[in-house]
């Protein structure tokens, strides 16, 4: 199936950290365009060893893409046993306690107006508190459980994304096929008069030349002159072999969009060259409805390549 490149998903997971205490993880995964894969990370110390395994999941995943998980934990606290538990927030470490106690009575003895720590310093104090953290085996396994799970959220969105946006290249390409069908029947009349117009010019021109010289030139020459010119510029103007093409890329467009897979480089490529055929087709114009038609073509190309970028 083709997906986008954009997506997002989340996923939860419960980490035990001891004593009765739970932690709540969450995993978020997001994308955005990117020509090549590019992962980030942005996990806490406690998640941090299963970047690996969660590297390994997205390429075996996805192939294009700027991808980044975070993750975030907190202590549960919608259950009695967290309120009930004193080890919930944490241990005290005693001997930091009584080492504290000492420093503060050294301190006074030279500070004599210093006020005491109060229970919030010294709950805040580096080494007094010891919370739970849980085993490292756990985090990790948490983190990749939860990972697997936001990618799997982020995949699905991708891929409704890329359906939505088939669709709307499809009716693109459908649009491009209808101007095609209504301009292409009338380029040999548009070329037909406008050679008319051209050979009466250049007779006239070359009319008025050879007034001004001796007869020696027969009108055979002069109208063969005419015709090689007219041929010459029949050959410069001749667009089939660009409509040719350019009913040959919007085939080879259907035909990505009908497959699976990653196809947003095949696609982008194809741009270039419907965009190729259309300046073209511009270039070599013979009528004011030809060159509206090449700028129609060119303005869906445009649309068509801003959808494609969002192309895995």
Known sequence: MISSMTGYGSASRQVSLGAGVVADLQVECRAVNSRFLDLGFRLPDECRGAEPALRELVSQSLSRGKVEFRAAWRINSNGGAVKANSQALGALNQDRLEALKAL?????????????????????????????????????AATIEAGKAALTVLMDSRNAEGKALVGVLTSITTKMREIVKVIEPKVPQYVAQYQEKLTERLAEALAAQEQGKSSSGSGTELMERIRQEVVLYAVR????????????????????LAGKGPVGKRLDFLMQELNREANTLSSKSVSEECTQAALELKLLIEQMREQVQNLE
């Open 237 to 256: 103007i001749d667009v089939a072999e660009e409509f040719a093409r350019l009913k040959t890329h919007l085939q080879a467009v259907d035909t990505a």
């Open 104 to 140: 503060q009575a050294q301190a006074q003895e030279t500070f004599t107006n210093a006020r005491e720590l109060s229970v919030a310093d010294v709950l805040r104090w580096p080494g007094v508190v010891s919370e739970p953290r849980g085993e490292e085996e756990g985090w990790i």
